[in-house]
């Protein structure tokens, strides 16, 4: 059974570093592709980064610079550093494997705010 199961969420000053993650039994991340995603109150869910198997990456425009999806094999786990955080990346982040039907993670809750 798949699970994945992300963390490193929480409040934030605007201008602070985040860092997530997106832990996985069940399934070798290395595998796949694996996108991070976030929903912000009554907005659609929106892709923020994305990182192939082959270790190519995608970025948001609103992200790039920002943003730094990585991966450690050895933990089956997928990370999602974030710097220079602004009010507008507040939102519920997610993570998803896109393998066969595609798993994804709880979410995890980032706000960014004084």
């Known amino acids: 059974q798949v699970q994945l199961v992300e963390s490193g969420g929480g409040l934030v000053q605007p201008g602070g570093s985040l860092r997530l993650s997106c832990a996985a039994s069940g399934i070798m991340l290395k595998f796949y592709a694996v996108g991070w995603y976030r929903q912000a109150p009554g907005k659609q869910r929106e892709l923020v980064a994305d990182?192939?198997?082959?270790?190519?990456?995608y970025y948001a425009d609103s992200v790039k610079g920002r943003f730094t999806v990585s991966r450690d094999n050895a933990k089956d786990t997928v990370y999602l550093q974030m710097n220079s955080l602004k009010p507008e990346d507040t939102a519920v982040y997610y993570c998803?494997?896109?393998?066969?039907?595609?798993?994804w993670g709880q979410g995890t809750q980032v706000t960014v705010s004084l």
């Open positions: 998803y494997v896109r393998s066969g039907n595609g798993y």
């Open positions: 990182l192939t198997s082959a270790g190519g990456t």
